[in-house]
């Protein structure tokens, strides 16, 4: 059901990868909402073509950048404004990628070229994406600017590796930038800390089908799946949640808060 929620915003959307990305299922929630927008993604990304289904179902164009590329980041944000014809209400930062993690790396022995590449790619990229935002004067009085988290920022999952410094650098730029937006023109800038989800991203990580398990028995609601973080996300994007910045926004079914849980208790009970 649709509530109109995003009716005549506009936004930029980045990280839809295929029908599984957390980004993927946004466009499609955010299209329902009313909302028009521009796909963005590494062209490296783009060349497999998926993203194309995706556009057409949401009338929505596609303009490949790079994330660590303010260049690119700078000529997406001129060509939405033109495209959209205004100025940008919403921006999803869904991006995520370790070389490290990829090239299963052990922490004790990490190629350091790789780690600079995971913080650019993971961490910093946010930062370009706001700084060529405010540059540019893209964004409309009251927009919302939201990144994709987990909880790795703060506890240790060991498989997680480098990504858990990316993703606490993310979480931190929210808060400082997050200042800034709202001081020029009431722009909200937030992370929400997602559910492992079963996506490229997600289930490059060893061992990622024991965690997500593990977080499901560990969640009173059970792991939030993409559609219920597009949910999420669509509502952030909306008017219902305009004092909301410089956050972490936990979206796991209780996962953080939750020491241990009856089911798990059954699940090692011998
Ligand atoms: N899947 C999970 O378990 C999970 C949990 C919490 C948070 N997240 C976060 O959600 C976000 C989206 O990931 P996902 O799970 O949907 O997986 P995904 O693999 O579908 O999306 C990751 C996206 O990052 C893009 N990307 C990589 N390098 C890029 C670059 N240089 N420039 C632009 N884009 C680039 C990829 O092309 C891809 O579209 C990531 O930030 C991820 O860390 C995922």
Sequence with gaps: MAYN???????????????????????????????????????????????NHLAKSCNAEIIAADATSVKDLESLFKKSMEILGGKIDFVLHSI???????????????????????????????????????????????????????????????????????????????RSYGYFFAKKNKVRVNTISQSPTMTTAGTGVGGFDIFFDYANKMSPLGNATAKECADYVVMMFSDFTRKVTMQNLMHDGGFSNSGITGDMIKYLTK
Excluded: C
């Design 96 to 174: 995520g990628m370790s070389p490290n993690v990829r090239k299963n790396k052990p922490y004790g022995d990490l190629n350091y070229e790789w780690f600079q590449k995971t913080l650019d790619i993971s961490g910093l990229s946010f930062h370009k994406v706001l700084q060529t935002a405010d540059k540019l004067d893209a964004m409309n009085e009251w927009g919302s600017i939201l990144a994709l988290s987990y909880i790795a920022a703060q506890r240790t999952f060991p498989n997680y590796s480098d990504m858990a410094q990316a993703k606490a650098l993310l979480e931190s730029i929210a």
């Design 5 to 51: 929620l995003l009716n005549g915003k506009k936004g930029i959307i980045f990280g839809a990868l295929d029908e599984r990305s957390i980004a993927w299922n946004v466009a499609l929630k955010a299209h329902e909402e009313g909302a028009s927008f521009t796909l963005s993604n590494a062209p490296i990304a783009l060349r497999m073509g998926e993203i």
